[in-house]
Every structure is written in structure tokens, then in C-alpha cells.
């Protein structure tokens, strides 16, 4: 089985909305539904006829790559081309405004006649700045160093290492990663963990997990991953030794 742990770095100001009231702002985890999309290049698909209604069960049947939800690495790393430079990046969120596409309308009356004066809404968003680092893991082979990540297709490198003395092991562990709990096989139990509202799915982070996983090591450290349901993901090779 093929495991790696992978950082990526959007290169231009990287948006997702994990809740929106006044304004969208982004969480420190990025959705696996995204990564498995931009990971899987050479299945995706694009249904740009199908509108906004999603087709996310009957697309991960066809993925042959797994990856778990990605969350920010608070270490000073950037992905420039297929390098990794030791050097300080911002997280600090950058607000931006935008004219909405919709309107508000409002009636008034200019002498005898009615007239609707149409006032632009404005909006505004938190985004990432470039370079900012997340850290994941991806099961079933790496990926190309290039990805587009998301709806706008923002551009990402992605830095690959590869995980050594990869065993699945089964019992109480703490996964490396926050977890799609949809994702599970059914007879992996759910022991403790903090919820996150993400759309579309609830990612938990700081979770303890009762199951099968995959034990690996790369730079020194060793991780625990939890192992998606086969029977969802059936093109992922989660065959180990």
C-alpha cells in the first residue's frame, strides 16, 4: 500500500467558506471532498450541466486516491516548484470585499411615477494569503506536484514523502489527521473528538477512533491514519502487509 504525508501550498489567496454569517471565513481544515476532487485529476469530473446539484458518492467510486482532510502546519515550510523552503509565511487572514451579483431593490416615486432604484450588496470574505501550509496524507499513490484546489481552481503545489514500514493495525488510536466521519467504515467507532461544521460533511479533529488504521513513518515521525470504508473508495488500494 502506498502512503504519503503531503503539504501543499495555494499560490494565489486561497477561499472556502467553513461559516458564514456577516462575513465567509475559513477554518484551519480543508475538506477532503475539495482534496479528492483536485488529488484525482485523472478521474474527475466536470458537470458543469448538472449546475450546483453534487454527485459526490456516485464520483468516489471512481477515485483511485484517498486523502483525508487537510489542516494547517504551524511549522515556517512553503512549496515552491517540487522544494520545500524553510522560510516564514502569514496566517493571518486577509479581509476583501466584492459587489455581489445580487441586488437589492428598493421602489420610490419620482413625481406621478414608480421607479425601482437598484442598490448593489457588498460582501466580503477572510482568505488565506499565498504560501500558507497544509498538511495532509494520501492513500493509494501520490499525485501530481501541481493541482487546482476548489471551485475557483486556485493554483497549489504539493510537496510528497513517502511513508516507510507502512503496517494496518486495528484498536484504539488517535489519527495524525482530523477525520470525515462519513468516510469510516461502519465497524470503526467514533470514541471522543471535537466537531468542526464543514460543509458538506462534519470533520472531527483531536478524536480518538476504535478500529483499522495504517501506521507508517516519514522525517523521523510516525503516523497513524485512519482507514477510509473500501466499500465506498472500492478503486483505493488499502491492501497492507
Known amino acids: 500500500m502506498k502512503v504519503f504525508r503531503y503539504i501543499l501550498c495555494p499560490h494565489d489567496f486561497f477561499f472556502y467558506v467553513s461559516r458564514e454569517l456577516v462575513e465567509g471565513v475559513p477554518s484551519e481544515i480543508i475538506s477532503n471532498t475539495a482534496l479528492l476532487y483536485a488529488f484525482n485529476t485523472h478521474s474527475q469530473i466536470h458537470r458543469n450541466a448538472s449546475g450546483n446539484v453534487p454527485h459526490y458518492e456516485e464520483d468516489a467510486k471512481r477515485f483511485t486516491l484517498y486523502s483525508t482532510p487537510a489542516e494547517l502546519l504551524n511549522e515556517d515550510k512553503v512549496v515552491i516548484g517540487d522544494r520545500i523552503l524553510e522560510t516564514n509565511v502569514s496566517r493571518e487572514l486577509v479581509r476583501i470585499t466584492y459587489n455581489s451579483v445580487h441586488t437589492v431593490t428598493q421602489s420610490v416615486d ?23 501550509p497544509f498538511q495532509g496524507f494520501l492513500i493509494g499513490g501520490r499525485s501530481s506536484s501541481l493541482i487546482r484546489l476548489g471551485k475557483k481552481l486556485v493554483p497549489v503545489r504539493v510537496h510528497y514523502e513517502e511513508l516507510e514500514n507502512v503496517r494496518v493495525r486495528e484498536g484504539k488510536f488517535t489519527p495524525s489527521h482530523p477525520v470525515n ?38 522525517s523521523h515521525r510516525r503516523y497513524k491514519i485512519a482507514l477510509p470504508n473500501e466499500n465506498k473508495y472500492p478503486e483505493v488500494e488499502l491492501d497492507g502487509s
Open 110 to 132: 419620482v413625481g406621478k411615477v414608480r421607479v425601482k432604484v437598484c442598490f448593489p450588496m457588498m460582501g466580503q470574505y477572510l482568505k488565506y494569503r499565498p504560501l500558507v
Open 181 to 218: 466521519v462519513n468516510d469510516l467504515p461502519p465497524e470503526t467507532n467514533l470514541v471522543r473528538g471535537k466537531i468542526q461544521v464543514i460543509p458538506p460533511t462534519p470533520i472531527y479533529t483531536e478524536c480518538v477512533l476504535d478500529g483499522k488504521y495504517i501506521e507508517g513513518e516519514c
